[in-house]
């Protein structure tokens, strides 16, 4: 994708911020955001990151954490506090506000979705945004990478759940490292999956 592309909606081309986050359906792990400022030079071949593959994003990852950027994350804590949505929406805000203290506020915030998180930032909700914006899309890079990251230290951490190949989505190894060794406090106790196996234990 070109920036050109941004040009074209009318969305302005200088001091955008674009965000995208990673991790809302999991079982476990945190909700991740990130927040990115692209040159106006900026040339690499950005996509969304699900239609990437996982080496493609490493070497555009490493591109990208050169320009800059912020991370913010909501832990399962907050998830199971807030809800998902407005754990997103932190994850978020944690991510520009980041960003914003290094480099100072954005003209415009391009945030992937169709709502906009509660900040003090003129911005727009794009649907599909991570398809359509460069910005979003590199932003949905720096937090799938970072996230999977995250996931792979924590199935170090708490082998049985199969987390550096699933995520901390429901696949199979998840549910069957669920059934052998339980519920661990990086699960996210507010979603049906993991309160049926606590009620059930409490039963």
């Known amino acids: 994708m070109d920036l050109t592309l941004e040009k074209a ?17 999991p079982w476990a792990g945190p909700v991740t955001a990130a927040a990115i400022c692209l040159p106006s030079d900026f040339d690499l071949n950005v996509d969304d990151s699900k239609k990437l593959s996982e080496k493609k994003r490493d070497a555009l990852f490493e591109e990208l954490t050169g320009l800059p950027h912020g991370i913010g994350a909501a832990s399962v804590e907050e998830i199971d506090a807030l809800n998902i949505l407005q754990a997103t929406f932190l994850a978020m805000r944690r991510a520009v506000d980041g960003l914003a203290a290094e480099i100072g506020a954005p003209a415009f915030v391009l945030v992937d979705g169709n709502r906009l ?3 003090p930032y003129m911005g727009q909700a794009v649907i599909g945004g991570d398809g359509l914006s460069p910005s979003i ?12 990251r995250d996931m792979a230290a924590l199935d170090a951490a708490f082998p049985g759940y199969g987390w550096a190949s699933n995520k901390g989505y429901g696949a199979k190894a998840h549910k069957e490292g669920l059934e052998r060794l339980g ?3 990086h699960h996210r106790k507010s979603y049906a999956p993991i309160a049926k196996i606590l009620k059930a234990e409490t039963a």
Do not use: Y
Request: hydrophobic share 40%; net charge positive; proline share 9%.
């Open 183 to 185: 519920v661990t406090p």
């Open 117 to 119: 998180p509660n900040w």
């Open 137 to 148: 899309a590199a932003a949905s890079i720096l937090a799938k990478v970072t996230r999977d």
């Open 9 to 25: 909606r009318g969305w302005p081309s200088d001091r955008v911020f674009g965000v995208d986050e990673a991790g809302r359906g």
